[in-house]
């Protein structure tokens, strides 16, 4: 069984729309976090969350929202999505311990808003 | 600002043969950590391989090896014995010291691998 999973792993939604894409995770790991991948732009933090009491923002929060039902589970929601929010989103876990904190990666989230 | 840089969008490598991908960054720490994820076709961000800068030996994982040049900031990955398998979008990543709070991941933005059978 996959250690991180994510739910739908494709989803065509139209403007205005609200949408949650799910993540969750069997490592054990503290900490998770949500990517958007475009073409040529590699991948972008959207929100980071250390603890189920701790959320933090990344680089592109604008027009999402998250939640941290438990220590495994992590949802990200578009509010009303629009089509520049069409991406690859990928949820990541790490554990935080240890010198490296390797991050772990989902199998992704194809996101079209039509 | 940590940047990382991939230079060769597209690379492609016999069946067999050996394939080296670049990537450079630029960051003013002396401690931090390198990795290369992997991305088939199947949209799974694998992690191949990952440096620590503290470490002078070069990380190695089967088939896989990187050249960690430290003062060239430099960290290419190279592939031995190419398999179809292999062929996939490759993305190097840099991270910060870890200090208490969070070290952003930065992710170069990719090279593609074909694998020629």
């Known amino acids: 069984d996959a250690d991180v999973t994510q739910t739908p792993r494709n989803r065509i939604t139209k403007t205005g729309k609200r949408i949650m894409l799910e993540c969750s995770q069997t490592k054990g790991h503290d900490r998770m976090y949500w990517y958007r991948q475009d073409p040529g732009l590699g991948l972008r933090l959207i929100y980071y969350s250390f603890d189920v009491k701790d959320i933090n923002k990344g680089e592109i929060s604008d027009g999402y929202s998250v939640s941290r039902q438990a220590q495994a589970k992590f949802s990200l929601s578009l509010e009303s999505a629009i089509p520049n929010q069409t991406a690859l989103y990928f949820c990541?876990?790490?554990?935080?311990?240890?010198?490296?904190?390797?991050?772990?990666f989902g199998p992704g989230t194809r996101l079209t808003v039509l | 600002a940590q940047t990382v840089t991939q230079s060769q969008p597209e690379m492609s490598v016999q069946e067999a043969e050996t394939v080296t991908l670049s990537c450079t960054y630029d960051t003013s720490e002396s401690d931090y950590y390198l990795f290369w994820y992997k991305q088939p076709p199947s949209r799974q961000m694998i992690l191949v391989i990952r440096q620590e800068a503290y470490k002078q030996q070069n990380a190695t994982e089967n088939r896989f090896s990187v050249n960690f040049q430290k003062a060239a900031k430099s960290f290419s990955l190279k592939i031995s014995d190419s398999q179809l398998g292999d062929a996939a979008m490759y993305f190097c990543a840099y991270r910060g010291p870890l200090s208490g709070g969070y070290q952003k991941v930065t992710f170069g933005t990719g090279t593609k691998l074909q694998v020629i059978p």
């Open positions: 990541a876990t790490s554990g935080g311990a240890g010198r490296t904190d390797t991050q772990y």
